[in-house]
């Protein structure tokens, strides 16, 4: 029974391969996703269901944040309006699922880029956003200096299903200390529960910890321990097989980077179409003919510069200005700035 | 012939359906590449449960991690049964009392807790009522009993052979079975009455304590130690820890389904006709006689069927402990697993399976329990 099943599977995917061959345009041709959006008119972008910073609803009812900057961006490449987003609120749970079923064509929601995620997921990685590290979160009078100071029989409370548990998990096992996991499926209830002194400890990425802390009743009252205990790089995704879409996403992130390098702002953008750095020109879509590479027109670089801003202008806006973490850039300054954002070259 | 064509036709339907679905879940999972299997079971689990009633690791297996759940499900629908049923039965019976403050206080109650969302009521107990509770440091106890906001510290027992204890036990209530049948065939043949309640007692209570009095199986108690973990925190070390997370969820299960059976208890007994009680009484029985062969083997006709329904309730029910961070099946299997392994119709399958073999279970033995008081027409 299965064996036909799997026979007729491949024939109706055969027939489905022909009937695209024969019946598409150039970039349209290769990728369904990009096809599917221009028809519909808008991107289907996941997000987090709120997290200030990356992804979070403003007074006035819009997205914003450095993970919804990535979807604009595509937007903005692809449609040529960055506010030509459907945004969709995803839990930790949904997210993977919600791309895989297609609700979603870029899911750009804080996750971390992992080996198991990338392959046994069946998704793509594009790139990274922001390099995070998970630390945690403990009350300022527990006199608390480093998680050299925990002691077995505590309490941490974090958010189940993502990588965070498991580094917990592997974390404690590795400095032999017993301490009991409560898990929730939201950040609030997570974050609220350390709050009221259900747990010793609150754990997340550092952004994440940094953003929740700003919503406790004392902000002052808690301190963010220094210790870094995992690489987090978050980055945006999207379904594996569609090598044309995943293009797209990756060089809209891509190009924020290289615009912020190059110096390239949303407010001097129209005015580097005269420079004299071929690098430049090829950012603000003049020279190079980057867009007709991609499948898109040339002045998709221009755009999502002129809308959505160079990655600096986004992570300014986001991060620093909230207050988030307001401070030095840290390992998500450029390259050429002591960090480690170093993307490959526009050429 | 013509009564089979249209069952014939509804089971080809029936197929056809099912055929469908799996085929379209079949194409359509090829298609985005993904893999139907269970292999995922085998695989290492890496994450910690915060409670486990058995031995479990970050190195076990989802498999174990499932039995994990698996068993908080069951502990935390089992206890929650046990306390609806005797809040039930004691709120049913309070309704019908000729005393003006029982009879309203009940009333009450019954009206208090049914009419509020399940959900709520959770929220009420684990967000609320259980956050105001003192931190570790700041409580005095009482009599070794610590209610902080991070759990109920109690002492506990620890055995020594305790295997033995439990087959003497299991020993003693087949003992009660075989006594309960023996003296019951007596009182048909002679007519003498034995005392079969004090009877049962004492053997379950005489041959399991024969492995203590012998010094074979022995306990100690173990009482909860304050540890300070730092200057603004502490914990209690040794015992019984019950989470807040159990107690709400225990406590809003209980509450709300007990208003339940009380109404179920109450109709079971206002359901008999009061010259049934008249007619017991005009033959010579007294009135325990009356409540025990006349009124409640009629009550528990109408109670039962109905009760059935609220254990199920209850035992579904119990998968709103993913909303509170307790580790049953829900939490940690169809949410931690499924979102670490992205296996999400194998997962949701075995869950579902799980939900429905528990319901099953408790159907077969509570239809089993109502034949046993159901009416046997001559």
Known sequence: MFKYLKQLTSLVAMVAVLFTFTTETMAAKKSKTLKNTIKKGFVMCGVSQGLAGFSNVDAAGNWEGMDVDVCRAVAAAVLGDSNKVKFTGLSAKERFTALNAGQVDVLSRNTTWTLTRDADLNLTFVGVNFYDGQGFMVRKDSGMKSTADFKSGMAVCTNIGTTTELNLADFMASKGLEYKLVGFEKADEARDTYGAGRCDAYTTDKSGLAAQRTVLANPDDHIILPDTISKEPLGPVVRQGDSVWEDIVRWSLNVMIEAEEYGVTSANADMMKTSKNPTVLKIVGVEGGMGEKLGLDNDWSLRIIKQVGNYGESYKRNIQDTGILPGSRGPNALWTNGGILYVPPLR | ?378
């Open chain 2, 1 to 378: 012939m013509k009564k089979i064509i249209p069952q014939l036709l509804t089971l080809i339907l029936i197929f056809l359906i099912i055929g469908f679905f799996t085929f379209n879940a079949n194409v359509n999972m090829s298609n985005r590449g993904m893999e139907f299997g269970y292999s995922f079971l085998k695989r290492a689990a890496s994450f910690d449960i915060q409670f486990s009633l058995i031995e479990y690791s970050r190195e076990s297996t989802y498999a174990r991690a499932y039995l994990v759940g698996l068993l908080n499900t069951l502990l935390v629908a089992f206890s929650g049964i046990i306390f609806a049923t005797f809040l039930g039965l004691f709120f049913g019976i309070a309704r019908l009392s000729p005393n003006f403050l029982i009879n309203r206080f009940a009333g009450f109650y019954v009206e208090f807790f049914r009419n509020l969302p399940l959900l709520l009521q959770l929220f009420f107990w684990y967000y609320a009522a259980l956050r105001v509770l003192p931190l570790p440091h700041e409580t005095e106890g009482f009599n070794n009993f610590y209610l902080t906001i991070k759990s109920l510290y109690t002492p506990s027992l620890v055995w020594q052979n305790l295997n033995i204890f439990l087959y003497l036990l299991i020993f003693a209530i087949l003992l009660v079975f075989i006594v309960k049948n023996y003296l019951k065939k007596i009182q048909e043949k002679e007519g003498r009455q034995y005392p079969i309640v004090y009877i049962s007692i004492l053997i379950l209570i005489i041959i399991p304590s024969l492995s203590l009095i012998f010094g074979i199986s022995t306990f100690e108690v173990e009482y909860p130690v304050y540890k300070q973990l730092s200057k603004s925190s502490g914990t209690f070390i040794g015992g019984l820890a019950i989470p807040p997370e159990f107690i709400s969820l225990f406590l809003a299960l209980s509450l709300y389904t007990g208003t339940f059976i009380a109404e179920n208890v109450r109709a079971g007994i206002e359901g008999i006709n009061k010259g049934q009680k008249e007619a017991a009484a005009s033959i010579g029985l007294n009135r325990k006689q009356i409540l025990n062969l006349v009124v409640l083997p009629q009550a528990l006709r109408i109670i039962i069927p109905p009760t059935t329904n609220q254990y199920l309730n209850l035992t579904k029910n119990s998968s709103l402990a993913a909303a509170i961070a307790y580790p049953d099946v829900v939490l940690v299997f169809a949410g931690t697993a499924l979102m670490q392994t992205g296996r999400a119709i194998e997962i949701v399958s075995i869950t579902m399976f799980t939900y429905l073999s528990i319901s099953l279970s408790i159907s077969i033995f509570m239809n089993y329990y109502n034949k046993k008081f159901s009416l046997t027409e001559k």
